[in-house]
């Protein structure tokens, strides 16, 4: 399968840096579990996480596998690593992010919001990429961009209405031609700082933690540099509220872009489901954790009290329960 240069630099590294580092016979064909293992202790002293070891071994056993040599890694040899829940944004951060941004500023935060789009998506999304008319904006290889889509597939994308009138206005309001960028930077050229964009307008809202230290030390208590906001996490919050509403997850792997179902089902393990909060209130647990010492519980007289009560071998208010 034909990769993107960045992937092709990615590998390199792997390959020609850190498996030579560690990897001391001559041929390929001769490689086993310990050079395998050696690879690996080699990763940790350079200080990579499991993750990232995870992948770079990934990629060592398929070449060594082109090379006749497959079956070399025993299932407890795998780095171990923690598959986090994907960080979204919360409503409240959300609406401050958009009063405290310029209107230029909150058209992009809606769009990302809105479409899913992966950085280099947005920075080259042109204006004849959205159809007005069906709601929707596509992303496609723009060769005179040097730009092709992750995993070399072009997709369509759905927008909310409110998110098509927006962009309707901004275009224009600008005059804009089918061609021009959606969101260029001040030359009319991709945008490369959108990222930061994020940061500035989450500072101005008064949302950044006061404790973040960047690997170049600068501290978001002193500036735009709070590693809680990132443009990347619009990403995730797209995912996780269309499954959260219902969307199955075929039609939202489509929408992301994903070859690979697993990538999208990562954003089922942030799912708060709609009727959860009933499940859990009207369950025995809240009648026992709303169960008061002194006065009425709000569940007096309910059934799970009722059963509470059963249980208990006689009525609920004869011996209160303390919790």
Not at 68 to 73: E, F, H, N, Y
Not at 166 to 187: C, S
Not at 252 to 260: E, I, M, N, P, S
Request: proline share 4%; charged share 30%.
């Amino acid at each position: 399968m034909q990769r993107k240069p960045r992937t092709h630099l990615t590998y390199r590294y792997t390959l020609d840096t850190l498996l030579r580092a560690s990897y001391k016979k001559k041929y390929v064909e001769d490689a086993t579990r310990d050079d395998v293992l050696d690879f690996m202790t080699r990763c940790y002293e350079l200080g990579l996480g499991a993750r990232t070891v995870y992948d770079k071994v990934v990629t060592v056993l398929q070449l060594f596998k082109k090379h006749g040599r497959s079956g070399l890694m025993e299932k407890g040899d795998w780095p171990n690593y923690v598959d986090t829940i994907r960080p979204i944004y919360e409503p409240e951060e959300l609406q401050a992010m958009f009063k405290a941004a310029t209107e230029d500023e909150a058209t992009l935060l809606k769009f990302l919001l809105g479409s899913g789009f992966r950085d280099q998506e947005i920075r080259y999304v042109e204006w004849k990429d959205i159809d007005f008319r069906n709601h929707d904006v596509r992303v496609k290889a723009k060769p005179h961009w040097r730009f092709t889509p992750k995993n070399w597939e072009e997709r369509v994308v759905p927008l909310p209405t409110g998110l098509i009138e927006r962009l309707r206005k901004r275009k224009e309001a600008r005059g804009a031609t089918p061609n021009q960028l959606v969101f260029p930077n001040g030359r009319g050229k991709a945008d490369s700082e959108m990222d930061m964009v994020v940061k500035r307008v989450a500072e101005r809202a008064k949302l950044n933690c006061k404790q973040c230290v960047t690997e170049h030390g600068n501290k978001c208590a002193e500036g735009p540099y709070c590693m809680n906001f990132f443009l990347h996490k619009f990403r995730h919050t797209f995912a996780t509220n269309h499954l959260r509403d219902g969307v199955d997850i075929r039609t939202v792997q489509a929408w992301l872009g994903h070859r690979d179902i697993k990538s999208t089902m990562v954003y089922l393990k942030g799912i708060r489901s709609k009727d959860a909060a009933q499940k859990v209130n009207s369950g025995e647990l809240a009648a026992l954790v709303a169960w008061k010492t002194k006065g009425k519980s709000n569940y007096e007289g309910s059934p799970q009290m009722r059963l509470f009560s059963i249980l208990r071998g006689k009525t609920a208010t004869e011996r209160p329960l303390k919790v």
